[in-house]
């Protein structure tokens, strides 16, 4: 719930609720007129206009100048989503339009990714966007030291759920296939069986008794420790939707918005980062200012988890903050959940 709920009055939420509404079907100002006609608010136009001054008072509400009708502010959303929102009922056609889009023959987790992604796209007439299932959330079976020759040696990283992970070493000396194997041993049974984030997070702690006589070796793998257990997605994991979905919307309609919206896109990397750090359970709404990263500042962002194969993804929608929220929550949910209950074939 919203903190700020007891600051606005059962009339000032009323009138807020509206205000949203109305600018997000129109892309327009609201005038007080307008929202008297259109809502049932029971108070005049005057009324309203005197709320809605208290509500740009208060942050909720902006106005490019004094003739013109308000718009609403990041804390406008943010108060509308936590407080106000009701999630809607989808339609017994939306339902079957993300069916439809991602049913098919293929069991790869990326294709069906895709196909999902463009379901969101098309039905919100936002950017669907989505990363691929992170081994981050995988578990680590073995690990296996190779000796390539007397001067370099391989570490191998067999991860369940996700491709194989080999680093190539330096070796400090000349070292033979027993003391390899002696080491692997020991590192397996400290480490193996475990996520590769909690690894991440405790494999200094875990390794730190290693046996003295290969504590030489034992540093390599420390030194490497970092980029083997790395959890930071790759930018091909990213996939977007058709930028064209969004391209179409009011805020992109001149060249600089369309420029901005471009450049976004090609940011996968950013992408990739803004999407593996939303990994709590259920919906998460990022809203404008929200966000940590510029590029962003003026977009929503609603994101949730699927997951696949037993490992966890993200899937959601990016737009601009005049956003109908409720309908897009419902189908990002809904998306995710089917990708979620889609049968493992990968066997």
């Known amino acids: 719930m919203h903190t700020d709920e007891q600051e606005l009055t059962r009339r000032e939420r009323r009138v807020l609720e509206a205000v949203i509404h109305t600018f997000v079907d129109t892309a327009a100002p609201a005038a007080s007129r307008a929202v008297a006609r259109d809502f049932d608010l029971g108070v005049s136009p005057a009324t309203v206009r005197n709320t809605m001054s208290d509500l740009a008072r208060?942050?909720?509400?902006?106005?490019?100048?004094?003739s013109a009708g308000r718009t609403p502010t990041d804390k406008a959303y943010r108060y509308y989503v936590d407080t106000l929102m009701k999630i809607q009922e989808l339609s017994a056609d939306e339902v079957a339009q993300v069916l439809a889009t991602v049913s098919g023959e293929t069991s790869a987790e990326q294709e069906l990714l895709s196909r999902a992604v463009l379901a969101l796209s098309?039905?919100?007439?936002?950017?669907?966007?989505g990363l691929g299932p992170q081994i981050g959330g995988g578990v680590?079976?073995?690990?296996?030291?190779?000796?390539?020759?007397?001067?370099?040696m391989l570490i191998v990283l067999a991860i369940d759920s996700g491709p194989v992970r080999t680093i190539y070493v330096e070796a400090p000396r000349p070292v033979t296939d027993e003391v390899l194997s002696s080491l692997a041993q020991f590192l397996n049974e400290r480490l193996a069986g475990?996520?590769?984030?909690e690894i991440r997070e405790t494999y200094?702690?875990?390794?730190?008794?290693?046996?003295?006589?290969h504590?030489?070796?034992l540093n390599i793998f420390l030194e490497q420790a970092d980029t083997a257990f790395a959890t930071h997605p790759p930018v091909d994991s990213v996939v977007l939707g058709p930028a064209s979905s969004l391209a179409d919307q009011p805020e992109f309609a001149d060249r600089e918005g369309l420029r901005t919206l471009i450049e976004l896109t090609e940011q996968k990397e950013l992408l990739a980062r803004a999407l593996d750090a939303r990994s709590a359970e259920g919906i998460v709404i990022s809203i404008g200012g929200e966000h940590a990263q510029e590029p962003l500042l003026d977009f929503s962002l609603i994101t949730t988890q699927y997951e696949m194969a037993g490992v966890r993804g993200t899937i959601g929608v990016m737009g601009p903050t005049r956003m109908p929220y409720e309908r897009v929550v419902a189908l990002v949910q809904y998306t995710a959940d089917l990708l979620s209950s889609l049968p493992d074939r990968s066997d």
């Open 140 to 152: 680590l079976e073995r690990i296996k030291l190779v000796g390539l020759s007397s001067e370099r």
């Open 204 to 213: 200094r702690d875990r390794l730190s008794d290693g046996p003295t006589e």
């Open 194 to 197: 475990r996520g590769l984030r």
């Open 122 to 129: 098309v039905l919100t007439h936002e950017l669907g966007l």
């Open 58 to 66: 208060k942050g909720y509400l902006t106005q490019a100048h004094p």
């Open 215 to 217: 504590a030489d070796l």
